[in-house]
């Protein structure tokens, strides 16, 4: 799990808030350093280090708001002794521990004003832009993800990134708490992104884009989304963005049906499947297929039980109007 600042939004209002350190058995609030507050805001005399509030928490109803904060970088600040120095990095390539948090902070509010939300793919850092985007590989299994970075921390040990716990689950590691990861940075997101941007930085990653491409490719500049034909199950050509009945998660093709039809029982309780055979050059394949699903929030979740089900490679696919 993990140690990480709940709000560095505003620093006046945080004299006094607490640290949160979140490990396997534990939870233990850690003062705010005085290098982070106002001069001045420590004259009520000794403060008990386990004392303080967090951050504001979410009170609406329904699905928690996707971006809306701020762009933020920050001054350099101290925690638990250790300087670190916020600056837009775009060389940033580093090897770590990575770990995650989620109930305790679950629509708590980011170091940037957004809403943090566990089940979606964003993620703490200790100096990178907020937001950006980084991509962020498990070592251990070779599994990736690209993830919306809008919050600070983690702040112990070697830990170099602290991943929302969705992100965690999707790279493999939510049940043991940490992972040697690597992590490098992109650039910087959209501010108000409802979601729909950082799943097109996903599936550019599926499709190996270079990461120095990855955000104009997303935005559409230049490049195009291939989507699935319903009627035909043909691929076409359409722009991030234009507006769609249904999404698809092509799971994958073989070559053998025998392994689609293994692939299919594998799923049969994510969502609907579908398998296509496809006549090629070289042979028949066989597309397997998750949907029709109604909304890409559903879509998305598909893919990631998809993905967990060992089907690296599965990506979204918007049905053709």
């Known amino acids: 799990m993990s140690s990480r600042v709940m709000s560095l939004s505003n620093p006046a209002k945080m004299a006094g808030s607490a640290w949160k350190l979140a490990g396997a058995a534990t939870t233990v609030s850690i003062l705010l350093t005085a290098s982070l507050v106002l001069s001045g805001c420590g004259k009520s005399g000794k403060q008990d280090p386990f004392a303080g509030v967090g951050s504001p928490m979410y009170q609406g109803s329904g699905p ?55 089940d979606y793919r964003s993620a703490a850092h200790p100096t990178l832009p907020l937001p950006s985007y980084a991509k962020v590989t498990n070592q251990e299994n070779g599994r990736q993800l690209i993830v919306r970075i809008n919050d600070r921390g983690p702040f112990v040990g070697d830990r170099i990134i602290d991943l929302s716990r969705k992100s965690a689950r999707i790279l493999g590691y939510d049940r043991k708490g940490k992972a040697k990861v690597r992590v490098q940075f992109i650039g910087p997101a959209p501010v108000n992104d409802q979601g729909t941007h950082l799943a097109a930085m996903n599936d550019q990653l599926r499709r190996g884009t270079p990461l120095s491409r990855m955000i104009a490719a997303a935005d559409g500049n230049g490049s195009a989304t291939r989507v699935a034909s319903v009627s035909t199950g043909n691929v076409a050509l359409k722009p991030v963005g234009q507006v769609a009945q249904g999404y698809f998660v092509q799971v994958g093709a073989f070559g053998d049906q025998a392994n689609a039809e293994r692939a299919k029982r594998n799923l049969q309780d994510v969502a609907p499947v579908i398998i296509t055979p496809v006549n090629g050059q070289y042979g028949t394949l066989y597309r397997v297929k998750l949907g029709p699903l109604n909304d890409r929030g559903t879509a998305e979740h598909a893919q990631d039980r998809a993905v967990q089900a060992g089907h690296h490679d599965a990506r979204l696919v918007v049905a053709r109007n």
């Open 64 to 118: 928690i708001p996707k971006g809306g904060g701020r762009r933020h970088i920050g001054k350099p600040y101290t925690v638990a002794g250790n300087k670190f120095y916020p600056a837009a990095n775009p060389s940033y390539d580093k090897t770590g521990t990575g770990s995650w948090y989620g109930p305790k902070f679950h629509k708590r509010m980011t170091s940037n004003g957004e809403w943090f939300d566990m």
